[in-house]
């Protein structure tokens, strides 16, 4: 167990890296992308992929307000 809090921290450090490059407000754009995308799946009768595509946007609005709320020296 000692060796679990260095490995999250790290893996921490390394989501940071990669989303500080990415303006906060990306997240909640692509967070409404994909609901747009799923109704169109779904009017097109693509009812998989519009299943799919419609649950990421409580992904990319979790990663939004995770950064948000652990990293905010980046506001």
């Not at 790290?10 to 940071?16: C, I, L, N, P, Y």
């Not at 990669?18 to 906060?24: A, C, F, G, K, Y």
């Not at 992308?33 to 990319?60: D, E, M, R, Y």
């Amino acid at each position: 167990m000692a060796d679990a809090r260095p490995q999250a921290e790290e893996a921490q450090e390394s989501f940071f890296r990669v989303t500080d490059n990415i303006p906060e407000e990306s997240w909640y754009w692509l967070s409404l992308g994909s609901i747009v995308i799923s109704a169109i799946l779904k009017l097109t009768g693509k009812n998989h992929g519009a299943l799919f595509v419609g649950q990421w946007a409580p992904t990319f609005l979790l990663f939004g307000l995770y950064h948000r709320l652990i990293h905010p020296s980046k506001r």
